[in-house]
Nanobody, 118 residues
Framework: QVQVVESGGGSVHPGGSLRLSCVAS????????MVWYRQAPGTRRELVAA???????NYADFAKGRFTVSRDNTKNTLSLEMNGLMPADTGVYYC????????????WGQGTQVTVSS
């Protein structure tokens, strides 16, 4: 059974930092592109950062320079280090695992809440 579980969310003041983690089990982790998405209330889910099987690290414009995505294939873990957080970063952050070739193998976590407010 495949499980994708996020952790590390919380409430911080503007300018603060958080580190999100995602652990995926039941899959061959190294065969999956791993992506962080987020969704604020009343908005569409949007890509935050991706760590591909090929070693690429891609970021949404709003994340560049503030967020760092990393993956550890030995621990089946995807991480997102977020610095300089702003109220606009508030939302539910989701981890997605999608097989690099078999796109139907696409799994989501339940999300972790990030709230940035003064």
């Amino acid at each position: 059974q495949v499980q994708v579980v996020e952790s590390g969310g919380g409430s911080v003041h503007p300018g603060g930092s958080l580190r999100l983690s995602c652990v995926a089990s039941g899959i061959e982790f190294s065969d999956y592109d791993m992506v962080w998405y987020r969704q604020a209330p009343g908005t569409r889910r949007e890509l935050v950062a991706a760590a591909t099987t090929g070693g690429s690290r891609n970021y949404a414009d709003f994340a560049k320079g503030r967020f760092t995505v990393s993956r550890d294939n030995t621990k089946n873990t995807l991480s997102l280090e977020m610095n300089g957080l702003m109220p606009a970063d508030t939302g539910v952050y989701y981890c997605n695992a999608r097989h690099q070739y078999e796109f139907r193998l696409d799994y989501w976590g339940q999300g972790t809440q990030v709230t940035v407010s003064s």
